[in-house]
């Protein structure tokens, strides 16, 4: 099942974090987890300083961020596999390390994953939320993924990126696609697509309610 998700590619500097930290608030908000929002917005700062200290400002990074299963893992990507996180706590006096170590402070695991040409730190937050058990659910995320994945392909022209689906910016404007659509159909069939949208705006809510309690 597709659980949401967030990706995105820039370039590591100084100036990227703050519009990254705004961005992770955005979206841990609209999927109702604004209790982690101080928590993942620290990993995210930390992890991306990490890279720009580490690595080199400038390197070309993938952060993204995504439930998997009951927590809310955020990964960095960069291209270096040998410059490694620091993997102890930094005593008072050191220069280094204490990112690191703040970061396994306020998550319940955190590692390294080594490919033949990246490497992904990434670390995880318990959200709370119950685990996904509803096949009806199951069903729905296939059917939208496979309604979203065509829209996609005749888009663009471009493959999916990143982990081999479409990434989160490809994926927003497939769905935009596929609303307008819908709501095209609608208007044609007699259809007030406002009023079709604010029904499915009380669902959605009414759904999520119900999913979280």
Avoid at 27 to 44: F, I, K, N, P, S
Avoid at 148 to 155: F, K, P, T
Avoid at 163 to 191: C, F, K, M, Q, Y
Wanted: net charge negative.
């Amino acid at each position: 099942m597709t659980q949401p998700s967030w990706v995105v590619e820039f370039a590591a500097h100084e100036e990227e974090v703050a519009g990254l930290r705004r961005s992770v608030r955005q979206y841990l908000g609209a999927w109702g987890l604004r209790d982690l929002v101080d928590e993942a917005q620290l990993c995210v700062s930390e992890l991306v300083a990490n890279v720009i200290t580490h690595v080199g400002a400038g390197t070309p990074t993938m952060l993204a961020v995504r439930l998997n299963g009951t927590s809310l893992r955020i990964e960095v990507h960069d291209p270096d596999t040998r410059a490694l996180p620091t993997l102890m706590a930094a005593d008072p006096e050191s220069e280094g390390g204490r990112g690191m170590a703040l970061v396994g402070a306020v998550t319940d695991r955190w590692g390294v994953q080594l490919g033949a040409d990246r490497k992904v730190t990434w670390c995880e937050l318990a959200t709370g939320l119950p685990p996904v058990r509803s096949h009806d659910g199951c069903l729905r995320m296939t059917r939208v993924q496979a309604m979203i994945g065509l829209y996609g392909a005749r888009g663009s022209g471009h493959g999916p990126t990143g982990t081999g689906r479409l990434g989160i910016t490809e994926g927003e404007e497939a769905a935009i696609s596929v609303i307008t659509d819908l709501l095209h159909w609608l208007s044609a069939h007699g259809r007030e697509a406002d009023d079709v949208l604010d029904r499915a705006q009380v669902r959605f809510e009414a759904e999520t309610f119900e999913a979280g309690r």
